[in-house]
């Protein structure tokens, strides 16, 4: 199959996931992902849209093959079995966030610098190797909610130690609720990567990929993909 006789993709997206998206069901109609979407497959002269699930419903529905794929993502090894990846779309950098009025400041360099604490987490999303490494060997505490905006309230109660989120996120999270500069983030990130289209390898759509990666990498020759992250910054 040739990638012009594509007419459309149908693309999944975690819901309420400031900025990428702000709605909490139904389908994207603003957004981050929203505009990076449209403006890389109109470039291709194919309509998208996108559907949108809490995450691991989402990674569910991909891996069941009910979709073409992932707006962005990050890659991981479990991931890469079912997903074919684009080359990077955007950075990702994940931050680890604690209490302004904590009596130390977070200092950590490796997860044995954090035992003992709890560490808020949202469910399905990817915190890396190295993470997952450590708490399978049980050095500190994990609390998993279910949108990413749960586990800042989990902080500002005192209910979780240190919340990890990828910076972009947090920043929107924390400058429009009440506890804003009472929360930030250590110096030391614990995820430094990129977001990816990724596309199903169930899907018929993984013949755009080609495509796709080119899209991409006009439209950051071009200055078009920054254009489009500056106004979510």
């Not at 012009?4 to 900025?19: C, G, M, Q, T, Y």
């Not at 702000?22 to 497959?41: P, T, V, Y």
């Not at 996108?50 to 691991?56: A, E």
Request: net charge negative; glycine share 6%; with cysteine.
């Amino acid at each position: 199959m040739h990638a012009e006789r594509i007419k459309a993709v149908h693309l999944v997206e975690e819901a309420d996931w400031p900025p990428f998206t702000n709605q909490k069901l139904g389908k994207a109609e603003s957004g981050l992902s929203f505009d990076l979407m449209q403006a890389i497959f109109s470039r291709l002269d194919i309509a998208v849209d996108i559907s949108l699930y809490p995450q691991k419903r989402m990674l569910l529905n991909v891996y069941e093959g009910n979709f073409d794929g992932v707006t962005m993502l990050s890659k991981n090894t479990e991931r890469e079995k079912y997903l074919a990846f684009s080359d990077p779309v955007m950075a990702k950098l994940g931050q680890v966030y604690y209490r302004a009025d904590r009596a130390h400041k977070l200092e950590w360099q490796t997860y044995e610098d954090l035992r003992g604490l709890t560490i808020g987490i949202t469910r399905g999303h990817n915190y890396g190797a190295a993470f997952e490494d450590a708490r399978q060997r049980g050095g500190f505490n994990v609390v998993e909610v279910t949108r990413v905006e749960q586990s800042f309230y989990l902080l500002a109660a005192g209910r979780v130690d240190a919340v990890f989120c990828i910076e972009m996120t947090a920043n929107h999270i924390l400058q429009s609720n009440r506890f804003n500069r009472q929360i930030v983030p250590a110096e030391t990130p614990y995820y430094e990567g990129s977001y990816h289209i990724a596309l199903s390898r169930k899907s018929a759509a993984g013949e755009l990929m080609a495509d796709i990666n080119a899209t991409i990498a006009a439209m950051q020759a071009s200055g078009d993909i920054d254009a489009i992250l500056a106004k979510y910054r």
